[in-house]
């Protein structure tokens, strides 16, 4: 059962445009989101991160989104640039303090020049 | 420079054949973890670690062992590697807070 779905496998871009990323969850016990980025041959890197107690958090062009009701985070990503092409994960974890995560499968994104 | 660290970062072996893949990180981080990545399954839970000599059962820990002797060492030992064992492997330091850095990945092929 996957608690944690990210259901488009992979998404195209004009660059410059907006790259809006979903991602689902099943547990109401979660309460702690993350979204990473993974380029080929290397390690997922964090890119953001929100609380349950948040609705929105803002990093320079990256947005992260919750909605507690929906079940639902997404990320966005303006303007997109090229060098955003990569895999992105979304996590979720569902105890405060023991960093033990749940991940969707990612969505590919491809910025297009 | 903050970093985890894996080795090998490839390994081709036979069934049955015991294997260990190194795990190291220089942030004196207490939480460490082992998750695999599968295509269409993205990345599961092996095994974490809370601290020295305190580790636990992540979603996916059937046919592997972990240590955790020291803080700065996370070794994933595959005692009896299968077939379904090939994967691609990572070793992730969390700091408080909650950021995972993770390593570089092991890609790992059990014939």
């Known amino acids: 059962d996957q608690q944690v779905k990210q259901n488009s496998p992979s998404l195209s871009v004009q660059e410059g445009r907006i790259s809006i990323l979903n991602c689902d969850y099943t547990?109401?016990?979660?309460?702690?989101f993350l979204w990473y980025k993974k380029y080929p041959a290397e390690g997922p890197t964090f890119l953001i991160s929100?609380?349950?107690?948040?609705d929105k958090n803002e990093d320079g062009r990256f947005t992260v989104f919750l909605n507690k009701s929906a079940k639902h985070l997404s990320l966005h990503i303006v303007p997109s640039q090229p060098g955003d092409s990569a895999v992105y994960f979304c996590?979720?974890?569902?105890?405060?303090?023991?960093?033990?995560?749940?991940f969707g499968t990612g969505t590919r994104l491809k910025v297009l020049a | 420079e903050a970093q985890v660290t894996q080795n090998p970062r490839y390994l081709i072996t036979v069934t049955g054949k015991k294997l260990t893949v190194t795990c190291s990180q220089n942030?004196?981080?207490?939480?460490m973890s082992w998750y695999r990545q599968d295509p269409g399954l993205g990345l599961r839970q092996i095994y974490y670690?809370?601290?020295?000599?305190?580790?636990d059962k992540g979603d996916v820990p059937e046919g592997y062992k972990v240590s955790r002797k020291e803080k700065r060492n996370f070794p994933l030992i595959l005692e009896s590697p299968s077939p379904n064992q090939t994967s691609l492997y990572f070793c992730?330091?969390?700091?408080?807070?909650?950021?995972?850095?993770f390593g570089p990945g092991t890609r790992l092929t059990v014939l």
């Open positions: 992730a330091s969390t700091r408080e807070g909650g950021e995972q850095f």
């Open positions: 547990n109401s016990m979660f309460d702690y």
């Open positions: 929100i609380s349950s107690i948040k």
């Open positions: 996590a979720a974890s569902g105890s405060s303090g023991t960093y033990k995560y749940i």
């Open positions: 942030m004196n981080h207490e939480y």
């Open positions: 670690s809370m601290n020295v000599e305190v580790t």
